[in-house]
C-alpha cells in the first residue's frame, strides 16, 4: 500500500494505482492522511466535505458510505464484518493506520527532520542533499486535485511545511557552496510568488553566490518596482542586505539559523527538534500600512545578534490600536514578509483577549507551543512555571518569530515570551501594554485607521469596479466607515449581497448613525460585526470608565478637552483625565493635539447605542449641552 497527498490524492496497492473514487471521498481520505495516524471526527470530516456550505441531514450516512467504500478500496481481501485494520473507528470518528513509509507526507516529515538535526551536528551537505529529496516527494499543492479543500488550515498548514522545507535548503545549498545546483528550485519557487521578499532574496543570494550578478542586480531592480506598484513599500531588509552585498561584491550574506550556523540539540530533550510553521494564511487584498511594515522592517534589522553583550532577550514589539483597525492583519503579513529570517519556525496563537469565548490563559498557550515544538503526552508538564521553564529551553539558540494574537495584558503574555535573543516576538492587543514597554523594554507601534487614500483603495479593491465609478460616494463610504479595514470589508460585503445596487444607496443608508451599527453586524456574526468587536474594549472597562464612554460619545464630535469633560462627567479635571488615559489605554478614545481626545465615527455610535439601550440614570451629564 501506498497513498500519496503531495500533489493529487492517489493511492497504489501492489503498485497498481487505484480508483478512488468521487472527489468528497478523496478529500476525507486526504484528510485522514496529513495527521498520520491521528483520529479526525465527524464534525473535521463534514467541514472538509462540505466546506462552502451546511451539511445535509444525513451527512452522517453519507460520511459512512465514504469510509465503507474506501475500506473496500484499500482492503479488498477483507472479510465481510471483519474490523477495519487500515481505516479504523475511533470514538466520533476514524484514523488512517498505514506504516509510515507508505505515506508520502510521513516521509517528507521524517526527512526534514532528520535533515534539521544533521544541520546542528554541521553536516550542511548531508543535510541539504536530504531535503531536496524530501522536496522531491512534492508533485504539486497539497490534495492539488480536490480545490475545494485548499484553504482548509491543515492543508494550508501543510503547504507552509513544504516552503520552510524549500526555504531551508536553499540557504543550506548556499551555505555549502552549491547555489548553482539550487538554482533552479528557487527559480520555480520565486516565480510562484513574486511578492514573497525572503524567496526573492535568497535567490538574488544565490545568483550572487553562483557568480551571476547581472542576474541578481536584475533581479532586485525587478522586485523592487513590483514591491512598489503592488503594495507601495519599498525592499525589506533581506532584500536591502542581499542588494548591499551584491553593491560591494561580498561573500553573499547567509540566511541566519541551523542552515548555516551548527548549534546544538535542544537543551531540554537532546532531541532534533520540530520546525512548526503555525502561522495563519496572509489576508488578502492587504492594503497600505507601508510605514508600519517598514518601521517592524528596522526594529528587526536593528535588534542585537543573539551573541550581542546587550541581548538580554527576546526582541519584542507591540502593535496596538482600537477593534476592527487591522492589528492582526497587518501583523501576518509582516510575519510571512521575514518568515525567512526565522528558519527555526514560527509560534502563532489567539489569546482571546477581547472574544466572545474566555482568554486564553498562558498554561493552555505554552502546552499548544510545546506540542507545536515536538513535546507530546506525558512529557508535557502539568504546570504554568513549569511549562514555561520547557518552553524557554526548547526555544534556547532558535532563530524563531512568535506572534502573541490579541493579548488582553501583560501578565497573560510574560510566560509566553522566550529568554534567547535569538527569537522575536510580536504582540497584537487593543490595550496599550504600558507594563511590557517599562518592564520588558517593547517597542510599541500604534495603528491607526486607514488614510483616506488608503481606505478608498481598499474598497475599490473588495467591490465589484462597476460600483467605484462615483468617486465621491466611494469617499463618502470610506468616511462613514470612520476608515476602519474591519468596516470597510463589512461595506463592501453589503454591495457584493446587492448585486446592481448603486454605492451611493449605500451610502445613503449608513448615512444614519443609529441605523449604520445594524448594517454592519456580519449577519449577527459575534466576531466580526462592528458592534460585536466594539463591545469586548467595553465590557472589560470599570464602572466608571464604561460610564464616561457613553457620556463621551455624545460629544466628542470632533474631540473634547478634559476640563469639558469634567463638566460632561459631573467630576473634577483630575479625575477627568485618569477616566480619559484609561480609555485612551483601551483605543475607546484617540489621544490629538492640544490635549483633546476624539472617537470616530463608529465608536461614537457605539456608544450612542449603549446609552439609547441602558438608560441609566446616572448617565446624565452634569451639564447639559456643554461645548467640546
Not at 125 to 147: K, T, V
Not at 345 to 368: E, I, S
Request: charged letters at 20%; hydrophobic letters at 45%; glycine letters at 8%.
Amino acid at each position: 500500500m501506498r497513498i500519496q497527498i503531495l500533489g493529487p490524492v492517489s493511492a497504489w496497492r501492489d503498485h497498481e494505482p487505484l480508483n478512488l473514487g468521487p472527489a468528497a471521498q478523496r478529500a476525507m481520505l486526504g484528510l485522514l492522511t496529513i495527521v498520520c495516524g491521528q483520529p479526525v471526527s465527524h464534525a473535521e470530516i463534514m467541514a472538509a466535505v462540505w466546506p462552502d456550505r451546511l451539511p445535509p441531514p444525513t451527512a452522517r450516512n453519507v460520511i459512512q458510505t465514504h469510509v465503507k467504500h474506501l475500506r473496500s478500496i484499500l482492503e479488498p481481501d477483507r472479510r465481510r464484518r471483519a474490523p477495519s485494520q487500515i481505516l479504523r473507528q475511533v470514538g466520533d470518528g476514524y484514523a488512517l493506520h498505514v506504516p509510515a513509509t507508505a505515506v508520502d507526507v510521513a516521509r517528507f516529515r521524517h526527512q526534514v527532520t532528520t535533515a534539521t538535526g544533521l544541520a546542528h551536528r554541521g553536516e550542511i551537505n548531508g543535510a541539504a542533499d536530504l531535503l531536496g529529496q524530501s522536496l522531491a516527494l512534492w508533485n504539486g499543492s497539497p490534495l492539488a486535485d480536490i480545490p475545494a479543500l485548499t484553504a482548509h488550515p491543515k492543508v494550508v498548514a501543510l503547504a507552509a511545511e513544504r516552503q520552510a522545507a524549500l526555504d531551508r535548503y536553499g540557504d543550506m545549498m548556499i551555505a555549502a557552496g552549491r547555489a548553482g545546483e539550487a538554482l533552479p528550485v528557487l527559480e520555480e519557487a520565486a516565480a510562484a510568488q513574486p511578492l514573497d521578499e525572503s524567496a526573492q532574496a535568497r535567490l538574488i543570494r544565490a545568483y550572487h553566490a553562483a557568480g551571476r550578478r547581472s542576474r541578481a542586480f536584475s533581479r532586485y531592480h525587478q522586485v523592487r518596482r513590483l514591491l512598489t506598484e503592488e503594495l507601495g513599500v519599498g525592499p525589506g531588509p533581506q532584500l536591502a542586505t542581499a542588494h548591499t552585498a551584491l553593491l560591494h561584491d561580498e561573500a553573499p550574506p547567509a540566511e541566519p539559523g541551523p542552515a548555516t550556523v551548527p548549534a546544538t540539540p535542544t537543551k531540554a530533550t537532546g532531541e532534533v527538534f520540530v520546525v512548526p510553521a503555525q502561522l495563519p494564511a496572509d489576508i488578502p487584498d492587504f492594503t497600505g500600512r507601508g510605514a508600519e511594515l517598514h518601521h517592524l522592517d528596522r526594529l528587526l534589522a536593528a535588534r542585537p545578534g543573539p551573541t550581542s553583550a546587550s541581548a538580554a532577550g527576546a526582541a519584542l514589539v507591540t502593535v496596538s490600536g482600537t477593534a476592527g483597525v487591522g492589528k492582526t492583519a497587518l501583523a501576518v503579513r509582516w510575519a510571512h514578509r521575514v518568515r525567512g529570517w526565522f528558519p527555526d519556525g514560527q509560534l502563532y496563537v489567539d489569546l482571546r483577549g477581547h472574544d466572545a469565548d474566555p482568554p486564553v490563559t498562558a498554561r493552555q498557550a505554552l502546552a499548544g507551543f510545546l506540542r507545536g515544538l515536538g513535546v507530546t503526552g506525558t512529557d508535557l508538564p502539568p504546570g504554568t512555571e513549569e511549562r514555561a521553564a520547557a518552553y524557554r529551553s526548547r526555544m534556547d539558540g532558535r532563530r524563531m518569530l512568535v506572534l502573541l494574537d490579541n493579548a488582553v495584558s501583560a501578565e497573560q503574555i510574560r510566560p509566553l515570551l522566550p529568554g534567547s535573543p535569538s527569537c522575536f516576538v510580536l504582540v497584537t492587543s487593543r490595550d496599550s501594554l504600558a507594563a511590557l514597554v517599562a518592564r520588558h523594554g517593547a517597542r510599541r507601534i500604534e495603528l491607526d485607521v486607514l488614510p483616506q487614500d488608503d481606505a478608498v483603495v481598499l474598497i475599490r479593491r473588495l467591490t465589484d469596479p462597476r460600483l467605484t465609478d462615483e468617486p465621491g460616494a466611494t469617499a463618502a463610504l470610506a468616511t462613514q466607515c470612520a476608515r476602519l479595514p474591519l468596516a470597510l470589508r463589512l461595506a463592501a460585503e453589503m454591495t457584493d449581497s446587492r448585486p446592481g445596487t448603486p454605492l451611493a444607496q449605500l451610502v445613503q443608508e449608513l448615512a444614519d448613525q443609529r441605523h449604520r451599527l445594524d448594517l454592519l453586524d456580519a449577519g449577527g456574526d459575534r466576531r466580526t460585526g462592528v458592534r460585536a468587536v466594539l463591545s469586548w474594549s467595553y465590557r472589560r472597562l470599570p464602572a466608571d470608565a464604561a460610564r464616561a464612554f457613553r457620556l463621551l460619545g455624545r460629544h466628542c464630535d470632533p474631540d473634547v478637552e478634559p476640563q469639558a469633560a469634567a463638566r460632561i462627567l459631573g467630576t473634577t479635571v483630575a479625575e477627568a483625565w485618569r477616566l480619559l488615559d484609561l480609555l485612551a489605554r483601551a483605543h475607546l478614545v484617540q489621544r490629538g493635539p492640544g490635549c483633546r481626545y476624539g472617537m470616530h465615527a463608529l465608536l461614537r455610535a457605539y456608544a450612542g447605542h449603549l446609552v439609547e439601550t441602558e438608560q441609566a440614570y446616572t448617565d446624565r451629564p452634569a451639564a447639559i449641552g456643554v461645548s467640546g
